[in-house]
Every structure is written in C-alpha cells, then in structure tokens.
C-alpha cells in the first residue's frame, strides 16, 4: 500500500502540543512510558498464547530490547510482543487518548478469564505521545501475527502523520526516537544517549517489569595478548524482573528483605522490622514496609517529605505518595503496589482520592498493630524503636486537637521511679496503690537531675511512683490526653495537700501562724517573683523547693514558651511560683533567728534562698551578679 499522510482523527495540532508539553511533569517519564506499553504488548501476547499457540511461532522469548545511536542521536525501544495491525494502529496511535490495552483488559475481565499473571500497565493511549518530549520524530515500525505485512508511522507531533504498509516477518513493535535538538538555554536531550542515564531511569521506574529489559552496551576489555583495548557490543540485562514484594513471605530471608530496604531507601542500616502483607478484596495491594533501626538525619529539617513509593503494576508511579501515612507514623519508610488504582492521564497522580484514603486507613490499622504487639512480644526492640521514634507517638497524641489520642495512649512509654525499665501507662496504674487517686510525673531535662528534684521526697516516702518526662513535648502531650483509666495526670509540683497528712497539716497550721509574720516578710522581699511562702513537710532532707499554682502553666512549659522565637504581645508566659520551705530543716530555724536578731538582713537571705530554689528547678538566675553578690556578702558576715 501506497504511503499515506493523514491527520489525527479527532484532536487538534493545539491539543497535542498541549499533552507533549504540559501533562508530564519530567521529561524521563517518556522511558517508563513506552517500556509499558511494551510490557503491555508481551502481556497480550502471552494470553493469546494460552488459545492460540501458533501465534508464538519459534519466538517465545519475550524481551524488551533498547538501543542509543549517539551520532545519530537516536533511541530504540523493540520490543516481540502483540504487534499491532494496520487498523490498530489508526485506532489506537492515531487517535490521541484511545488505547487497545484498557479495552483489551476489560474484554479479558468481561470473559472471565484468568488474568493473574497478567500486567496490563497502560491505560491511556496519550503515553505514547510522552515521547515527543525529547524527540521531534518518532517512527513506529509494528507486526501483528494476524497479518502478513507490517506497518511503518511517522510523525513529527505537529498533528498529522503517515502511514503505510511494508515487507516486515518478526513480530512485535520498533519504535525510534529521533532526538530535538533543544535550544541552548534548555536542558539537553543527550543525555538520554547515554548508557547510565538509561539503566538509572530504568531502574527507578520500570525495575519490575516481569520481562527482561536488554540494553546495547559497549564494553572495553584489554586483549590478553596485545594488551589493547579492545571494545565489545553486547545485550544487557538492566532491570530485576521480579519485586521482592511479590514474592511469598516464606520464600524471603531476612537478609533479603535488609538488603533490599538497604538498597532501595538509601539506609547503611538494617531496618528494625520488616512488615510485609497482601491485601485482596475491592482493592487489592501489597505492602512492604520498614521500621527504620536509625532515625534518618533530616528526619527533623523542612526537607524531610514523609510517603511511600506508589507503584501501579510493578511500575514506579510516585517516590512520596504522603497520604499513605499519618504524622505520626512519618518515620515508616517502603512501599505500596496496587493494581487497582485510578491514575490520571499521566499516571503521576491518583484520580480518585478515596482509593488512597482506604489503603491509608488499612495502613495506619496495620502498622498500629504491628506496634502493639512488639511492646507485648519483643520490649527490647521496642525500646529501641521508641529512642529513635518515640517522640513522633507523643506528637500524634496532641496534633490534630487529639484525634489520634485514643489510639496512641497506650503505645506510650515513660522513664520511672519504679525501677531501670520504662513503663506503659497501663502498667503504671495496675501499680498503684489503692490510696494513690494521680498518676505523677516530673518534667525536666534528664532523669539524673530530676532523681534529685526535692519535691521527689514526700511521694517517694509514700511509696507513690513517679513517670520521668525529659521531651518537651511530653507536658502536652498528656494535656492533651486529660486522663488515663479515669486517673489525672498531676505534676510533683503540684502535689500537696494528698502528701500531707492529717496530723502534718496540723503542725503547718500552726507553723504558718506562729511566724505568720516571717513568711510574710520573706514574700514582701520577693514581691511578683511569687505568689506565696510558706512551710511544708513534704522536704525530707531539702531546705526549700518552688512549686507551681493553680494557673495550669508548669514550668517546664514556661521554659518552652521562652525558647520559642517572636514575642508574646501578652507578655512572657510564667507558672505560679510558691516557695515552700521545711519547716523541720535546720534552715528554717535559722531563718527565724535570724529575722528575730536582725530582720534587716532577711533582704539578702531571702533572695539566695530563692535563687538556690529556681537552680533546683534548672531556671537561669534573673541577676547572677546580685546572686553572687549576696552570697559574698553573708559569707563575709558570718565570718565576723
């Protein structure tokens, strides 16, 4: 038949531009884009097979074959699959947005046929025309086993093509890419000429195509004899085939599944778990995910995008797909493989989001799961997981007004008085004593300065135990939890009236109206620092202690609230602070002394004695200088 030159059925010069250049985001995609419709045409071929064996003829050796010319500037994609036939090809290439292969995978579904070791990866007929991006001709060269003569078309992307028969006896589809020369302030198209780009794209977007993907290669080996180099051509193979994730579990060794995740996520590590899952119903997918062993360095920088890889038929589709997983479980890394999901016309995106929002719940079940049992079965490692992750838990406790509160409570794990191991907080309530009504927790920076926090001595002396809180976040994080098995949360710092007994209180009473005065005078001296003096017996063998009031600020919250940058147009945020000194300590006779002998040098005493107080608390002295100034002073009087 006679070369014939034709425009394309429907669509417009404009609407072609429009799909070459604005649906892809990247150029490279043209590589998986076209080594898919390949795929596609194996897949094909291999159900016609199953009817018609025939149709094979002598060449069943299904393989996808890639070819750079760089002095011609050229790219091969030949792959041995369906073909297509003359009518075909005006169908399906010649009318922009047709493919054979979503009518062809609905047929297969319409027969009821097995399809399970089928692939049919392409949905739109548009990805063909991805290759327009780097190429200003492209030459598709088909057979189809149906027909004796093949088929030649030609198109510059410019609306219109030609088409006619030829002589052609293998089957299968050559497409050739004639590069575009770009202008000079674009990026070049060369680099797609060149054997690691290749294998690079190959590797990121089309790994796992179930048929072996061969490229021309060049090697340069030295003649044993000459020792010249001597440069040799041959097919390589550059794509795994198989996905790890598709295997059966039991065939998989562990080892297999740390050098994968090693490889694919960029880890020097092994993970610390491996959750591997298939999942069948109205959507079906696999998922291979990993719990990171370290937390990644940018884990905490603006740069950090949490997601999993999205794949689509073993093809790569998206590197962060970050609806997968919420916040607070940021930290997973792996990935999702679905034959069900909707993409749109450039496969980079999903069109119905509410496919991703089920995989995401079921996810999210799963991973929780997952969780849970490691604290029951295996604490070590979960200990280990909670150094590393354990903050992101916390975070997920109070973010999102505490949606996710219920959920993650008892994921939760807290340093203790009770002994070296870390405790639940379901563990800590079965603990307490019957009398115990609060669960109690002390906030700071490190559980050896909290261990000597005076305020420990009375619960200690009760027998009371109390949860270390060393993150930041932790104060909030129960705030945002309000209560756990119907007990509050209280901090030692508020802790009072329950530490004191009947007869204690008793003895206060009458301290506080004794030397009425006494406090008084030490809380003039003071003035805003704080809200109160006056005596208690929770000290054992500490002299004084600050405790916060009522305003619900701690003072590990108000240290937090002066780190943050910008000023509060209300002011600094600061806690209630109530000085409570031992009425039983040999300091407070001291003081009364001393205000009864000379009240007018209570000035300096109070002041130390409130700074030695905010020390304790790991607060910075509002003037070092008086402070040191004081102490030199009473040090120089009582040398006297």
Not at 41 to 54: H, M
Not at 254 to 266: L, V
Not at 284 to 294: E, G
Not at 388 to 403: A, D
Request: proline share 2%.
């Amino acid at each position: 038949m006679n070369k014939e030159t034709l425009n394309f059925q429907t669509e417009t010069k404009e609407l072609l531009n429009l799909m070459i250049h604005s649906i892809y985001t990247h150029k490279e995609i043209f590589i998986r884009e076209l080594i898919s419709n390949a795929s596609d045409a194996l897949d094909k071929l291999k159900f016609k097979a199953i009817t018609e064996n025939e149709i094979l003829g002598e060449d069943n050796n299904f393989k996808i074959e890639i070819f750079l010319d760089s002095k011609e500037k050229t790219i091969k994609i030949i792959d041995n699959g369906i073909g297509m036939t003359y009518d075909e090809v005006l169908a399906n290439i010649g009318t922009i947005a047709k493919s054979g292969s979503k009518a062809f995978a609905q047929a297969m579904k319409d027969a009821k046929k097995n399809t399970d070791e089928l692939s049919i990866i392409g949905q739109f007929g548009v990805g063909f025309y991805s290759a327009f991006m780097i190429a200003d001709k492209i030459t598709l060269e088909t057979k189809s086993p149906y027909e004796d003569t093949g088929v030649i078309w030609s198109s510059n992307g410019e609306g219109s093509f030609t088409i006619e028969k030829v002589a052609k006896e293998i089957r299968g589809t050559e497409i050739t890419l004639h590069l575009r020369e770009e202008e000079e302030t674009e990026d070049s198209n060369d680099e797609y000429l060149e054997e690691f780009k290749i294998k690079d794209l190959v590797k990121k977007y089309s790994d796992y195509v179930i048929y072996p993907i061969l490229l021309e290669v060049t090697k340069s080996e030295e003649d044993e004899e000459t020792k010249e180099k001597v440069e040799t051509i041959e097919m390589e193979k550059i794509n795994s085939q198989t996905p790890l994730w598709k295997k059966a579990k039991s065939e998989i060794k562990d080892d297999e599944y740390n050098k994968f995740y090693q490889g694919k996520f960029h880890d020097w590590t092994d993970p610390l778990k491996t959750i591997h899952f298939k999942v069948e119903g109205n959507l079906d997918y696999t998922a291979l995910l990993y719990i990171p062993s370290k937390t990644p360095m940018d884990f905490y920088s603006k740069e950090f995008e949490k997601g999993l890889q999205l794949y689509s038929k073993n093809v790569f589709i998206m590197e962060k797909a970050k609806d997968l997983v919420p916040d607070h479980f940021r930290f997973m890394k792996g990935l999702i493989d679905s034959p069900d999901l909707s993409l749109n016309i450039s496969r980079e995106i999903l069109q119905q989001d509410r496919q991703l929002k089920v995989i995401a719940k079921n996810l999210e079940k799963k991973i929780q799961r997952e969780l849970e049992k490691m604290l029951k079965t295996d604490r070590e490692t979960y200990n280990k997981f909670w150094k590393e992750f354990g903050i992101n838990i916390k975070g997920g406790i109070y973010e999102e007004f505490g949606l996710h509160k219920d959920k993650l409570k008892d994921l939760v794990i807290f340093s203790t008085t009770f002994s070296d191991e870390m405790t639940t907080l379901k563990e800590y309530v079965e603990r307490m004593p019957e009398e115990q009504k609060n669960i109690y927790y002390v906030a700071g920076e490190s559980i050896e300065s909290l261990s000597k926090m005076p305020q420990l001595e009375g619960i200690k002396e009760k027998g009371w135990e109390v949860l270390y809180f060393t993150d930041k976040i932790d104060e909030f994080a129960i705030k945002a939890l309000g209560e756990y098995s119907e007990k509050t949360f209280k901090s030692i710092h508020e802790a009072g009236e329950e530490l004191t007994s009947t007869d204690d209180k008793k003895i206060l009473d009458e301290v506080e109206k004794d030397n009425k005065d006494l406090f008084e005078k030490i809380k003039e001296i003071l003035g805003s620092k704080v809200s109160d003096v006056k005596p208690t017996t929770r000290l054992k063998s500490s002299a004084v202690c600050l405790t916060s009031g009522s305003n619900g600020i701690s003072f590990e919250m108000e240290k937090l609230m002066a780190e943050m940058p910008g000023e509060n147009p209300m002011g600094p945020i600061k806690a209630d602070r109530i000085l409570e000194i031992n009425s039983n300590h040999e300091l407070f006779k001291a003081l009364k002394s001393i205000y009864e002998k000379s009240p007018e040098t209570l000035d300096k005493y109070a002041k130390v004695l409130y700074s030695q107080a905010l020390l304790i608390e790991g607060f910075k002295l509002e003037d070092p200088m008086e402070f040191a100034n004081d102490m030199t002073a009473l040090i120089i009087e009582a040398s006297k």
